[in-house]
């Protein structure tokens, strides 16, 4: 019962480096979403894949590209690394493709932009 | 657009009190939804409840149960007698209904630390 997986758990960059987070789920959920966690801050959504093939902004995209490679993957990819970008990262999955779902998180990344 | 408070950023309690954790919404709209949502030492949120805006009722899981009031845009959470498992960062999160809708808007969480 993997639910979903990111990947890695833990990344330091440094100012100007780029990396992908990897996330996968496998409960053949239509939806899938990427939030950051700021320490004091609820969660915010950066973006969200609606259904494979689609991909869209959520409330904080700016410095952030997404891939929805195919219905199980969504990833999330920082271009130029900011020190701004210092949070935990979250990857989440819905059945379907509405706000009132119920959301099945992964584990977090955790990521430090010195 | 929408908003939620959570005043409470840390509790502390004694194992086997109970515990209420507070939340109170802001939205225009007259169909919604409302979550709780707990993350744990171990980092993944998992989800508790969801209750949409035309019901009213509260719910009872076990030692968690739920207060809804729509007139006091409340929606908080009650763990009885409390246990050590029970620590955790625990979420409120307000979403609007309908397709095209996608924006879940939590609260900052309210750190519950259960002292044995």
């Known amino acids: 019962n993997a639910g979903v997986t990111q990947t890695p758990k833990f990344q330091v960059l440094k100012t100007g480096q780029s990396m992908t987070l990897q996330c996968a789920q496998d409960?053949?959920?239509?939806?899938m979403y990427w939030y950051r966690q700021d320490p004091g801050m609820g969660l915010r959504l950066i973006y969200y894949?609606?259904?494979?093939?689609?991909?869209d902004k959520g409330e904080v995209p700016n410095g952030y590209n997404v891939s929805r490679l195919n219905k199980r993957e969504f990833s999330l990819r920082l271009e130029s690394a900011a020190p701004s970008q210092t949070s935990v990262y979250f990857c989440?999955?819905?059945?379907?493709?509405?706000?009132?779902?119920?959301?099945?998180f992964g584990s977090g990344t955790q990521l430090s932009v010195l | 657009a929408q908003k939620v408070t959570q005043a409470q950023t840390e509790i502390s309690v004694v194992e086997k009190e109970d515990v209420t954790l507070d939340c109170v919404y802001e939205?225009?709209?007259?169909?919604?939804?409302l979550f709780w949502y707990k993350q744990p030492p171990s980092g993944e949120l998992v989800f508790l409840i969801r209750?949409?805006?035309?019901?009213?009722q509260n719910e009872i899981s076990g030692r968690y149960s739920w207060n809804f009031q729509k007139s006091t845009s409340s929606f908080n959470f009650t763990i009885t007698a409390s246990q050590v498992v029970d620590s955790a960062v625990y979420f409120c999160?307000?979403?609007?209904?309908?397709?095209?809708?996608?924006?879940?808007?939590f609260g900052k969480g309210t750190k519950l630390s259960v002292i044995p």
């Open positions: 989440a999955s819905s059945e379907r493709p509405l706000a009132n779902e119920k959301l099945f």
């Open positions: 409960m053949n959920h239509n939806s």
């Open positions: 894949s609606a259904s494979e093939g689609t991909t």
């Open positions: 939205t225009r709209d007259t169909t919604y939804y």
């Open positions: 209750r949409n805006s035309f019901d009213e």
């Open positions: 999160a307000l979403t609007l209904s309908g397709a095209g809708s996608y924006q879940l808007t």
